[in-house]
């Protein structure tokens, strides 16, 4: 059952509500029967034209008004005093079989007061980029707001071309961003920041709720998040190209996937966003840039907390918390079950070395799998004679070694060329292209015999080089 927003118990100036609005042709594309059945939403798919009215934007959940969102946000540094839900509304809320709250939005659901000059409306092909990677993340084990469900509209929708409308349905633990907080700090309003971090600890982070000092424990379990997230991109090469912080949600999961892509070759400066001309959110970037999100939060939270150099400790603790996550991660990806203070240098040197010959991140590390107990000539140079010697110094033999980096490093990522593939079938009409896709991202750690083209680079004429904004 989907109930109202819990939005709704803050004051008007938090969001804003939007009538229904007609949809001449709705229609399901995708439904998420997994995800339906944690959230208890399953028996919504007994009448699948309502679902998709529903889903679209053009009907209400009983007792469960639509809602846009207002905040602001630091795009690409500057400030923006407001932005919003400009072409998505929250549809309401589900809870999980634990009893945990979640958002149901709809983005592409039509204009809102937030939309500025655009229509709020989506095309086909953000939706089906978004449904993918997000689902891709989930299944890579890496905190993520959901993909429930995908509309046809019906509508013609005009960007650069006219391409089919569509709505996505995204299912995330909120909608809080660090935009958020600014929106209301930009103007002063001590009363809407203090009930906004009352609403996020409540919501998020309860355990918090009767600590000396809340703002502080809630920046600190806030940079924690997102120093884990941030490690979580890094070591499968995710570069989220708009890391602006309207979208740094406040749970710490993946929000937006517009011109987000997986590397291919590794590159530390690699940016693919073609909205980011200056690489601010490159690769490499994305750690320094979480922390500079962070400490915009810290700034809000000043109005309600006078505890300045605890926040800005937090602020500065944060580079060594998401060294120590990171390290952790890719010390599992080289198959380290200890320990040793070298290990940044042997990961960094293994970086360097794929750097230096062109070679694919993902297969990259699969393949290194495979040298864990060979005796033959080195595939990876000096590298790999120093990272075999490091493993025998463990009491683990190859074999498990082996099979501890394949739990960790993918076979299968949503590899731009294949999603742009998706995209362009689903345009003329095809779907089996994107349900195939999401089939075999769904195991992304396990071989697939009958999906091994999926597990390949791309050839020269298939490389995607710059991903767009969904907007």
């Given at each position: 059952m989907i109930h109202a927003s819990s939005f709704t118990r803050l004051p008007a100036r938090f969001h804003a509500r939007i009538e229904p609005r007609p949809i001449p042709a709705p229609e399901?594309?995708?439904?998420?029967?997994?995800?339906?059945?944690?959230?208890?939403?399953?028996?919504?798919?007994?009448?699948?034209?309502?679902?998709?009215?529903?889903?679209?934007?053009?009907?209400?959940?009983?007792?469960?008004?639509?809602?846009?969102?207002?905040?602001?946000?630091?795009?690409?540094?500057?400030?923006?005093?407001?932005?919003?839900?400009?072409?998505?509304?929250?549809?309401?809320?589900?809870?999980?079989?634990?009893?945990?709250?979640?958002?149901?939005?709809l983005k592409g659901a039509g204009r809102t007061p937030y939309s500025r000059a655009g229509d709020g409306k989506s095309s086909l092909g953000p939706v089906i980029r978004e449904y993918v990677l997000s689902e891709a993340m989930h299944h890579l084990g890496i905190p993520t707001t959901r993909a429930l469900a995908a509309v046809a509209t019906g509508e013609q929708v005009y960007r650069e071309d006219v391409l089919p409308g569509a709505v996505f349905t995204r299912v995330a633990s909120s909608h809080l961003r660090v935009g958020t907080f600014e929106y209301f700090a930009a103007r002063g309003d001590v009363e809407a920041v203090r009930l906004l971090a009352e609403y996020a600890i409540e919501r998020h982070y309860p355990e918090l709720a009767d600590e000396p000092s809340p703002h502080v424990a809630f920046l600190r379990r806030v940079a924690e998040r997102q120093a884990g997230l941030v490690a979580d991109w890094m070591s499968v090469g995710f570069i989220h190209g708009v890391m602006n912080t309207d979208n740094t949600a406040i749970a710490g999961e993946t929000l937006d996937y517009g011109p987000c892509a997986f590397m291919d070759e590794y590159r530390h400066d690699r940016v693919f966003s073609s909205i980011d001309r200056y690489g601010r959110y490159a690769y490499g970037n994305q750690a320094p840039v979480a922390q500079w999100n962070l400490a915009r939060l810290a700034e809000c939270l000043l109005l309600v907390c006078d505890e300045r150099p605890a926040l800005e400790e937090v602020i500065g603790e944060f580079p060594a918390r998401y060294e120590e996550a990171y390290l952790a991660r890719m010390r599992r990806k080289l198959g380290l079950i200890t320990a040793r203070d070298d290990d940044a240098d042997l990961v960094a040197d293994w970086l360097c070395h794929l750097e230096n010959h062109d070679l694919d991140f993902t297969l990259a590390f699969r393949n290194l799998a495979t040298r864990a107990g060979a005796r033959d000539e080195s595939q990876y140079g000096e590298f790999e004679g120093r990272w075999r010697a490091r493993l025998r110094e463990q009491d683990a033999g190859p074999g498990t070694v082996t099979a501890m980096m394949n739990s960790v490093n993918p076979l299968f990522i949503a590899r731009n060329h294949r999603v742009e593939e998706a995209i362009r079938d689903a345009i003329d009409g095809d779907l089996s292209t994107f349900e195939e896709l999401n089939v075999v991202l769904s195991r992304p750690f396990e071989e697939q015999p009958r999906f091994t083209h999926y597990a390949a680079a791309p050839q020269p004429h298939e490389r995607v080089t710059q991903t767009f904004c969904g907007t």
């Open positions: 399901l594309l995708a439904w998420n029967d997994t995800l339906a059945r944690e959230l208890r939403l399953e028996s919504l798919a007994d009448d699948r034209a309502g679902l998709a009215r529903l889903l679209c934007g053009a009907d209400t959940a009983a007792d469960s008004p639509l809602l846009a969102l207002v905040y602001a946000g630091h795009q690409f540094g500057h400030f923006v005093p407001q932005l919003g839900d400009g072409r998505a509304v929250l549809l309401g809320e589900a809870r999980d079989r634990n009893g945990k709250r979640y958002d149901i939005q």
